[in-house]
């Protein structure tokens, strides 16, 4: 699900760049570096120094498996009955401001068109390397294929490929990436796209109710929102803990709608000072909570930070899908959570501006988010 320095938030990092079509955004330059993908074709014993990352925790502390060491796991379609939508809610909002994550089944999307996606993006990164080149970042763009935001030439990178897109709305897709994509990828990822667009307003949708929220103030934020959808490509590696897939984060976005092709483990949360392994469900979407809803919810629910790792059998990949308000909107507490009982515990910024700071800034853990909360000593000198 990503900063300047690539160590921490990276996926929002790569979201936000949709909104870089406004002539009021540019980007930095990206440095071009290795296909790791290539790299692993080499069958290597030992990884590039690049790759080395002792700065990553090598050990997942997880006792055995058990209900308080897995994700929560939410019915969509129990949330629809009268019958059961009461509880199944509670259960969401326990689960969004304890966990912020849960696996979401009977969901309602066609299992044919994620068969379909997941076989795209297979064939995607099955291509020729220079085949993939077509769709290579260019300088000062984060779109298209590569990594994101390589700023030095000492930069550790990360053990993985990415292929990312702005998707919605339309008229800020790049026509030299996703109208030059084949036409059988470029129609499946428009109707993906869709698809999860749908999912994620009806989810926040069941938020706003769950945290006792004007359904209008989450609709207003988010509808006709951006939305870019990044997918991962970790392969296999001789050195498994001695890299990372993609870098501990929170998204700065709103909500993530991830994907785990082929159901194979890697992605970690951070949970009471552990990394927690998430193993993905048959035909299931793993929703996690960004810190755009963290700062909407006034601290209510929270962003986790998460990581990806990779492993010396199999290769994996991911499609992440991330939504955010629309570049019109702007961010804060929802006015109906705020109370002399509950004050708000984050300024208010527009998306625009949200989205400049961060680029400004180099991201660790939660800095920004935080940064951002009323008590930040660094926010109240900023806003002065």
């Known amino acids: 699900m990503l900063s300047l320095s690539l160590s921490l938030s990276l996926s929002f990092r790569v979201c936000g760049s949709m909104a870089m079509e406004s002539p009021n955004f540019s980007l930095g330059t990206s440095l071009q570096v290795p296909s790791v993908q290539e790299l692993a074709k080499e069958h290597m014993i030992t990884v590039p120094p690049r790759y080395v990352r002792p700065d990553q925790d090598p050990t997942i502390v997880v006792g055995p498996i058990t209900s308080l060491s897995e994700i929560p796991v939410i019915d969509m379609e129990k949330l629809l009955l009268r019958e059961s939508g009461a509880s199944e809610l509670d259960r969401l909002h326990s689960a969004c401001k304890h966990w912020g994550f849960f696996q979401l089944v009977n969901h309602g999307v ?107 103030e989450m609709k207003e934020l988010f509808e006709e929102g951006l939305q870019s959808i990044r997918t991962n490509y970790y392969p296999t590696c001789p050195q498994p803990e001695s890299v990372i897939g993609l870098s501990p984060h929170s998204d700065a976005s709103g909500l993530t709608i991830l994907r785990q092709v082929s159901e194979i483990e890697g992605l970690q949360i951070k949970k009471d000072g552990m990394w927690i392994p998430v193993k993905p469900l048959p035909n299931s979407f793993t929703i996690n909570i960004g810190d755009v809803l963290e700062i909407v919810s006034n601290g209510v629910y929270r962003s986790i930070e998460h990581r990806a790792t990779v492993n010396s059998m199999h290769e994996r990949l991911s499609i992440a899908a991330f939504h955010n308000p629309k570049l019109t909107g702007e961010i804060g507490p929802a006015p109906s959570l705020i109370s002399p009982q509950t004050p708000p515990q984050f300024r208010r910024v527009s998306v625009e501006k949200y989205l400049k700071e961060l680029f400004t800034r180099k991201l660790e853990g939660k800095a920004y988010v935080d940064y951002l909360r009323i008590d930040s000593g660094e926010g109240n000198a900023r806003t002065k």
Not at 167 to 187: A, G, N, Q, V, Y
């Open 110 to 216: 066609s299992s044919t068109l994620i068969e379909k996606m997941e076989l795209e993006i297979q064939e995607f990164f099955k291509l020729p390397l220079e085949e993939k080149k077509k769709y290579c970042q260019t300088e000062g763009e984060v779109e298209g294929y590569g990594q994101a935001f390589i700023v030095s030439e000492n930069q550790k990178l990360d053990w993985g490929d990415m292929f990312f897109l702005t998707t919605l709305p339309p008229h800020l897709r790049k026509p030299h990436l996703f109208d030059e994509l084949p036409p059988s990828f470029r129609e499946t990822l428009g109707a993906y796209a869709m698809e999860l667009q749908k999912l994620a307003m009806a989810i926040l949708g069941f938020m706003a109710r769950a945290l006792g929220m004007k359904a209008e």
